[in-house]
């Protein structure tokens, strides 16, 4: 949280686990909206993004624009290399994040 203060864009890639195929890609625009309570952001520690975003939008300190991008994850088991699904998924991740960056602020569906 505290990188985001003072920010006026952050965007956060993470893995995710919603129960859809591994590779698919999650874009969540984290100041409009909550994040979705069926997407299991993952850390490793007990507060993870989910917790960290909603605890800065209580606080006021959201950045102007928050974004989380989240690539469904195939098996989260320590150590594990990324299956072929999720490593595919990678460039339109990288795409995705650079279009966020790079374009004006509108309202986007993913």
Partial sequence: MALWQGRSL?????????GKPAGSLHVIDAVRDSVP???????????????????????????KQL???????????????LSRDVASALDLALE???TLITSPRADRAA
């Fill in 37 to 63: 309570p069926d997407l299991i952001l993952f850390s490793s520690h007990a507060f993870g993004l989910a917790e960290a975003v909603e605890m800065a939008r209580n606080l006021d300190q959201l950045p």
């Fill in 96 to 98: 995705t994040v650079l």
């Fill in 67 to 81: 974004w989380i991008v989240g690539v469904e994850g195939q098996d989260f088991k320590h150590g594990q290399e």
């Fill in 10 to 18: 952050a965007v956060v890639i993470d893995a995710v686990s919603s």
